[in-house]
């Protein structure tokens, strides 16, 4: 059965502070990592990642896949009140069509 | 723009009721899916389409159906609500079956069954 572990579950950090989100997986003929924000209501996409050690960057938000020890993470420079979400890590199915997802990390950025 | 709908943001119902979440994208995509978000527990898929009247079940498809006669809309259906149907229901789709990975979500409709 495929699995996406995330963690931490939640985190509460300051503005300015550096945050790691964390997502491991087990799937029968990987394909892809994705990660997405939550931040009300529809999950956004951020990331697609299919090789291992190659740095996916957008502005502040960038993220790393590591096929070997099948994990990504995901990373938040001078976080901003702006960054609260719930922060989704998915991959799809071996031949499926659907994605399992994580239960995600929920990220509060205080003043 | 891409664009998913969902008809309501909440809905609030009685056990026992039949209970109908529309779905509609503008992206003209073959896959459309529903999940059910809970707290502590995900994002889980109830049933998915890839195609005009078909529809395959996914992890949690119990007391659930759906219908897809359009392409661009997608229904989920519940029979006889039970108050363990409230949730947060989420709607995606996504293009042809080779780059289902990146779903396009609706904003949800957080569902309350009395």
């Known amino acids: 059965e495929d699995k996406v572990v995330q963690s931490p579950l939640s985190l509460v950090v300051h503005e300015g502070d550096t945050v790691t989100l964390n997502c491991s997986y087990e799937v029968t003929n990987f394909r892809s990592l994705l990660w997405y924000k939550q931040e009300k209501k529809a999950p956004t996409f951020l990331f697609m990642l299919t090789s291992s050690g190659i740095e996916k960057k957008s502005g502040r938000l960038s993220s790393i896949l590591d096929k070997k020890e099948l994990f990504s993470i995901l990373n938040i420079t001078a976080t901003q009140t702006g960054d609260s979400a719930i922060y989704l890590c998915?991959?799809?199915?071996?031949?499926?069509?659907?994605?399992?997802f994580g239960k995600g990390t929920k990220l509060s950025v205080i003043p | 723009d891409v664009k998913v709908t969902q008809s309501s943001r909440y809905l609030v119902k009685r056990t026992g009721e039949k209970v109908f979440l529309e779905c509609v994208q503008d992206m003209d995509h073959e896959n459309m899916f529903w999940y059910r978000q809970d707290p502590g527990l995900g994002l889980r898929l109830i049933y998915f389409s890839y195609d005009v009247k078909m529809k395959e079940k996914g992890d949690i498809p119990e007391g659930y159906s759906v219908s897809r006669e359009k392409k661009e809309r997608f229904s989920l259906i519940l029979e006889s609500a039970s108050t363990n149907q409230t949730s947060m229901y989420l709607c995606?789709?996504?293009?042809?079956?080779?780059?289902?990975?990146?779903?396009?979500f609706g904003s949800g409709t957080q569902l309350s069954v009395l």
């Open positions: 998915a991959t799809p199915g071996a031949g499926s069509y659907q994605l399992t």
């Open positions: 995606a789709s996504s293009p042809w079956r080779a780059t289902n990975e990146k779903l396009f």
